[in-house]
C-alpha cells in the first residue's frame, strides 16, 4: 500500500482526501473525503478499482470504477432546509483526460 492524498472540488464545496493504493489485481484505491461545505462538515469514504486495458481494444481511456458512502448526515438543499442521511452508496467512475 502507497499512501495518496489530493482534492475533489466543484463550485462551493471541497473536501480533502487522503487514503491509501494498493497494487493488486486490480489496483484499488481506498480513501476518505473529508470538509466544511456551507458550514456543515461532509465525510465521505471512496473505494475504486482500476479498470484493466482490453487486450483487443480501440482507443480505450484509462478509468477506475467504485462506491462513496456518505459517513455522516449533513445539510443539504439551497438553504439547508433537508438532512442528506449517512449509510447512502452511489457509484462513481474517473476518466483520464487529454491534457490540452
Known sequence: MQAMDGLIYGPGWELKLSGSIGYGNPFTLQFQGKGIVGG??????????????????VNQRPA??????????????????ATAPAGVVAQWIAVKQDQD
Open 40 to 57: 456543515a462538515e461532509w465525510i465521505y469514504n471512496y473505494v475504486g478499482y482500476y479498470v484493466p486495458n482490453w487486450g483487443n481494444g
Open 64 to 81: 477506475l470504477v467504485g462506491t462513496i458512502v456518505r459517513v455522516i448526515p449533513h445539510p443539504t438543499g439551497a438553504n439547508g432546509e
